[in-house]
């Protein structure tokens, strides 16, 4: 299996007034070819200023990122970046929006059209491709980001916390609906959250961060796939993986 993304010693710090806030400090982490990895770390450990360098969005005070074996000169193509905040145009359908990265690519109109309704309907969004986004809900365009960030073709896809906000049932099911992508495309995910449940349910391995990006627990996830949230929570295997992670979780927050 070949490293997509090599984190080697990042440190990030900010800077404002004269006062500097480190937000990582000497993180190194290894993003192997068509994994599916979870972050998990509590609110303010680091992890969106981990995911913008891994994306070439931001620069490292110090060491380095390497994409495929070379350092990051600044955002690519062949990352896809699901951000926290909503970054749909405004004055673009749900279907232009969607239809946008494949625009700036070059790809062909009914080629683009047929590819971007097929993702609007992945999420569940088909009746709703004419919509705009001010007439959707938070979940909404969510999901209508993520169709967005799917078309870009990008094989390597950062998300941050993208289902946070959505309610438990939607969230379940565009979990599922990632984990089956995955399962079809191969393509290596890098996936944000501070739930473990959220975690265990998606990644095959999670890494968890304690502050300043302090890997606690770097874990295997030997569960079968496809996992079904019921199920899953009274496999012994989940509950006991839930606990190991919980534990680490704590060790973390201890002073
Ligand atoms: N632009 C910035 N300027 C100053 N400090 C920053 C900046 N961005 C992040 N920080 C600080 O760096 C630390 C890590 O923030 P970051 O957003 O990476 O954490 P997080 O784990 O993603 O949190 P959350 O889960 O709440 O999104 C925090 O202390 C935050 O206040």
Redesign the pocket.
Known sequence: MSTVLEVEHLTKE?Q?DDVA?V?LRDFSLSIEEGTLVTIL?R????????LNLLSGLSKPTSGRVLHRGSPHSGPTPDIGYLT?TDTLMPWRSVQRNVEMPMEIAGTGKAEREAKARELIATVGLADFADSYPRELSGGMRRRASLARMLANGAETILMD?PFGALDAQLRSELQRELARLWSATGHTIVFVT?DIEEALLLGDRVVVLGPLGTVLLDQEIDLDRPRDPDEAKVDPRFVELHATLASALKKGARP
């Open positions: 900010f404002r806030t937000a770390g609110s303010g450990c680091g992890k969106s200023t981990m926290q916390e501070h």
